[in-house]
């Protein structure tokens, strides 16, 4: 909200410059987002015009007097309030308008006046400027003093042409089957029943607390006004003017609250400021139906709960001084404790933990002693994740990949190409309300982001291209329940990037490479089981040979792979890997406990065997075998070349392993390795019609 | 002979000179004590001389011939230390040219700035936690006493999954999901995604944020002041201002905004004398965190007693900690992810 200084000055005394003042309030609550010089019709009159951010619990200081009661409290200046025209005891009023209230929960309080003799016309200048310093557009003189008492009071005023209520019977009521209204923008407004109306007779005439309707507005022509000062409940205002999407300074003060007993200041300083400015005559009398009076009730001040909030303990004269300077009075003492009435228009104000904030806030933060608390550890038990997804990180760091941060959402087209690993039961989750048409969704996979920084590197004249992104993705269950987990996915495009001087035979990393990357991850896990590498269930998306599925017990929990050939030629790109890994299934495998093995005491001996085997022989079978053998002797098998070409024949490929035999009690003797390596020789060649190379 | 002694020598050591190459020291060698040597031959004339003249001049002899065999040894060892010397010379590198390196991978920034933040709150004890990103409007909203059509709604532009199910818009529902499940004394942080229905240079539609609470049978408003101040100086300056001021939270009572001092124009609000800091705006001080004592409602909601605990709870944008730490001016650049912006960081 924005006022102006003088117009401030008009309601309380303080010395101090505007900057003071923004200093002030910022530290006591309201705080003011800018203050800038106004230009002075006359010299050496300079003004300001201050900014304030009202917070939405303070729905009394969105008019001028809230903020002048704020530092009256703050400064102990002399609080005042510029001149009204109260109305005479009268029943003059009633014999040209009756007001009757159908909703009384909805509209605790409805009061007006009548003024006759206008004359329509622009306002004074003295008022366009402030409104103008305030962001109110100047309309005419009427309309004009009801925002201006509005900016002073904050108490939305709303003004009738009289001549255009033909019944000029005012009736309060939801809208029930009444369905449209034109408000006074010229927008016809589609109504549901729980809308709160302000009608003539049967006649919708504005909607209340939210904008008047066209009909009843204001003209160039218009002679008597009717002035409007009510009080609505805030929900029900809320939820009109949310759903029509209708942001007035009437509607955004009724939400926050406005003080209920303050509605017949307002019409009276209208009055005398339509008399001042449009030359309008009052009619004697108000009307004033106040069927549901606010009564604030009392709230009972622990002294041992100040201090035991606050951490400070603060003389009972300081608080009680606090509390009567923000207008509250103190209806009753007991020797711990205090009993206080809030003012009517500080509705914020119910608990004793409000009166407490209210203490703190006039006290100054900053008086407010600071020290560190006994932290006392909570039985929660220690949390793995954390280190365990920084070493993730590092891990992937060091292989050269660079983290990326991508926006979950992604189009429905990318979701139905990556489906990441959530199999066929699981759908997307759709955004009601997307920020575009490409953003329809939450993404199945972290490959369309990652996809998308591909695309933007390579713009930038990227040579390659090597990332990971570690976050989440989203699907709806079969019953429709939403599902989340954390994943970690990578793309390589290109040779990895090096430093220093070129090397000749920079190439992309192979499957192979990948895959190390991959078992790079579940050694720096401490995955316990050994993964299965299928070619079964490999995605669409992916090279139907040069892929794979990861299982873990028969879990699917990865893949990898070089992208679809028919992708990366549409899209103009290289061949290029990507994986994919369930992190929260990964972790669910990782020890907490390792036990470190004593080093062996006896010499191992290595001894290799070549073998010559079907082209689509997988290398993994002889190693697994072996495994499963559990033989004392053999302490590990690995796989350490491959060679197609001559002298092997077309359709074959040679596979060389090397054994590692050891005996945890004695050094092995030569003759005996010999003899043990035979026979496994042997079997495999037997089993695996393997050829022996010797 | 004696005087033919002091020849030799003399002639000798004019031979010896400083340039002598490797043959030249092996023709001396020969030369002086070869079996025909000019000091082998004085040895053989030995015999001529009178006796009693013999042993004074044998030993002048034998001094003169370990004379000359040191000095020829001494020049061979540094002529081989030179040989040596210039092998070594001939492998000499190019120092200046680049070191080779594989490119590393780098973490990204936000990440960066989360774990410091994180760490800060570990070190002092707190322990970690993550909720949803998807939340049910109870734990995002309601329970943290914003019922439907509270106006505090407004603060935070939604994005909605279903009816009754919403893109988290803050980390809060944490706090409830763990006061949910346990007791205290807790102390808690939690980072994670949020996001917000906004998209512009200021905002993201997801940004980050860390959330922290602690609750105990006397934890007071000066604790809270205490721990973030500790926090603010470890990561940010040690010296840095910090302000706490009033401002309103739904889920918190009393609330506080904590603002540090700006480093740009160290919370002077003007740079070069009269330019407004375009940090700060010219007020000196930067917006930072969310913070306050957490309101009775939200204990009610949890089923705790407002009684016998009490507790504080704070929030901060990791986005906004990284940009004012970084100077980076546009939050965009974080979700663009282009190398040349993510290799500026360690
Ligand atoms: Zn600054």
Redesign the interface.
């Known amino acids: 909200m924005n006022f102006t200084l003088s117009w401030l000055r008009e309601f309380v005394d303080f010395r101090g410059s505007a900057q003071g003042l923004a200093r002030t309030l910022t530290m006591a609550g309201l705080e003011v987002e800018s203050s800038r010089p106004l230009p002075s019709m006359q010299e050496g009159q300079e003004d300001w015009v201050m900014e304030v951010a009202v917070t939405p619990n303070r729905g009394d200081c969105l008019g001028i007097l809230g903020v002048a009661r704020e530092v009256a409290a703050l400064t102990g200046g002399h609080l005042r309030l510029p001149p009204a025209l109260p109305a005479a005891r009268s029943s003059g009023i009633d014999r040209l308008v009756d007001v009757r209230i159908l909703s009384p929960d909805l509209c605790p309080r409805y009061s007006a006046r009548m003024v006759l003799g206008v004359r329509v016309a622009g306002a004074p200048d003295w008022m366009k400027r402030r409104l103008e310093a305030c962001g109110i557009r100047s309309i005419n003189n009427v309309v004009d003093v009801t925002n201006y008492v509005m900016l002073e009071t904050g108490q939305p005023l709303h003004a009738f042409d009289a001549d255009r209520l033909p019944t000029k019977r005012i009736v309060v009521r939801q809208a029930g089957e009444i369905q449209k209204l034109t408000t006074l923008d010229g927008v016809e407004r589609a109504l549901v029943p729980g809308d709160l109306l302000i009608c003539d007779g049967a006649a919708p005439i504005a909607l209340a607390g939210v904008m008047g309707g066209s009909d009843s507005e204001v003209q160039w022509d218009t002679h008597a006004v009717l002035l409007e000062s009510a009080h609505f409940d805030p929900a029900c205002i809320r939820r009109t003017a949310k759903r029509l999407a209708i942001h007035s300074e009437a509607s955004h003060r009724f939400e926050r609250g406005v003080d209920p007993q303050g509605t017949l200041y307002a019409l009276g300083r209208a009055a005398l400021l339509l008399a001042e400015v449009a030359g309008a005559a009052p009619v004697k009398g108000v009307v004033d139906r106040y069927s549901r009076r606010a009564k604030p009730a009392p709230i009972v001040l622990r002294e041992k709960k100040v201090s035991a909030l606050l951490g400070v303990e603060l003389p009972r004269r300081r608080t009680e001084h606090i509390l009567t300077a923000l207008g509250m009075k103190v209806q009753g003492r007991s020797k711990t404790a205090v009993r206080v009435i809030p003012p009517s228009y500080r509705s914020d104000l119910t608990r004793e933990e409000d009166l407490i904030e209210e203490i703190a806030r006039l006290t100054g933060y900053e008086n407010i002693p600071s020290r560190l608390p006994l932290v006392r550890p909570a039985g929660g038990g220690s949390n793995h994740r954390p280190a365990r997804e920084r070493k993730l990180r590092a891990f992937l760091l060091g292989e050269g990949l660079t983290e990326m941060i991508n926006l979950p959402f992604t189009s429905a087209e990318m979701n139905r190409r990556f489906r990441g690993l959530w199999g066929d039961k699981r759908s997307p989750v759709a955004i009601v309300n997307p920020l575009g048409q490409d953003r329809t969704e939450l993404r199945l996979s972290l490959i369309p982001g990652l996809l998308d920084n591909l695309r933007t590197n390579l713009a930038q004249k990227a040579r390659s291209f090597h990332c990971f992104d570690f976050a989440k993705v989203f699907a709806l269950d079969a019953r429709g329940a939403a599902e989340e987990k954390q994943q970690v996915a990578g793309l390589l495009y290109g040779a990895r990037e090096r430093k220093g001087l070129r090397w000749k035979d920079e190439t992309p990393p192979t499957f192979l490479e990948v895959k190390g990357i991959i078992e790079g991850i579940f050694e720096v896990l401490g995955i316990g089981p050994e993964p299965a590498w299928s070619n079964s269930g490999v995605g669409s998306f992916l090279h139907p040979a040069k892929a794979a599925v990861i299982r873990l017990e028969n879990r699917d929990v990865g893949y990898l792979g070089e992208i679809q050939p028919d992708f990366c030629e549409a899209a103009e790109l290289e061949p290029f890997q990507v994986f994919e890994l369930d992190f929260e299934a990964l972790a669910e495998y990782a020890p907490r406990q390792l036990t470190a093995r004593p080093l062996p005491r006896f010499p191992a001996v290595a001894r290799d065997l070549a073998v010559v085997v079907d082209d689509a022989f997988p290398a993994q079978r002889i190693v697994r075998w072996m495994k499963d053998l559990n033989h004392a002797l053999v302490e590990g098998v690995e796989v350490f070349d491959q060679y197609r070409g001559s002298p092997i024949p077309e359709g074959k490929k040679s596979l060389a392993y090397t054994i590692s035999y050891r005996a945890e009690d004695r050094t092995l003797t030569d003759s005996e390795v010999n003899q043990l390596h035979q026979q496994l020789a042997a079997r495999v060649a037997e089993l695996f019609g393997a050829q022996l190379r010797m | 002979m004696r005087e033919s002694l002091d020849t030799l020598r003399n002639e000798f050591l004019a031979r010896i000179v400083d340039g002598a190459s490797e043959q030249e020291v092996q023709r001396l060698r020969v030369e002086f004590l070869g079996r025909k040597g000019k000091l082998t031959l004085m040895f053989h004339r030995l015999k001529e001389v009178p006796p009693e003249e013999r042993p004074g001049l044998g030993e002048a002899l034998n001094e003169l011939r370990g004379f000359v065999e040191g000095k020829l040894e001494l020049r061979l060892t540094e002529l081989k230390r030179r040989e040596k010397e210039r092998l070594l010379q001939a492998e000499r590198v190019d120092i200046t040219?680049?070191?080779?390196?594989?490119?590393?991978?780098?973490?990204?920034p936000?990440?960066l700035v989360m774990?410091e933040i994180?760490d800060v709150f570990v070190a002092?004890?707190?322990?970690?936690a993550r909720g949803?990103?998807?939340e049910d409007d109870y734990h995002n909203f309601e329970a943290l006493n914003m019922p439907p059509?509270?106006?505090?709604r407004?603060?935070q532009d939604t994005?909605?999954?279903?009816a009754a199910?919403v893109?988290r818009t803050h980390t809060s529902p944490v706090q409830i999901r763990v006061m949910e499940t346990?007791k205290p004394?807790?102390?808690v942080i939690a980072p994670g995604?949020v996001y917000r229905?906004d998209?512009d240079a200021t905002h993201?539609?997801?940004f980050h944020q860390v959330e922290g609470f602690?609750v105990?049978s006397?934890?007071?408003?000066?604790?809270l002041?205490?721990?973030l101040?500790?926090f603010l100086r470890r990561v940010f300056r040690p010296e840095t201002g910090v302000?706490?001021?009033?401002?309103?939270f739904p889920f918190t009572?009393?609330?506080?905004?904590v603002d540090i001092q700006c480093f740009l124009c160290d919370g002077k609000g003007m740079v070069q004398g009269q330019q407004a800091c375009r940090v700060c705006k010219g007020t000196g001080w930067l917006e930072i965190l969310g913070a306050g004592?957490i309101?009775?409602e939200v204990f009610r909601f949890v089923g705790y007693d407002a009684e016998r605990v009490?507790g504080f709870a704070f929030g901060m944008g990791v986005e906004r900690i990284a940009m004012l730490k970084y100077g980076i001016e546009d939050i965009r650049l974080?979700?663009?992810?282009?190398?040349?912006f993510?290799?500026q960081f360690a």
């Open positions: 040219l680049p070191g080779s390196r594989w490119e590393r991978g780098r973490v990204h936000l990440t774990d994180t002092m004890g707190f322990e970690l949803p990103d998807i059509d509270h106006p505090a407004d603060m994005f909605f999954v279903s199910r893109l346990r004394p807790l102390q995604a229905h998209d993201s539609p997801m602690m105990d006397q934890i007071a408003f000066s604790d002041k205490g721990v101040t500790h302000r706490f001021r009033p401002s309103f009572e009393p609330s506080a905004e004592m309101d009775p009490s974080f979700f663009q992810n282009e190398l040349r993510l290799r």
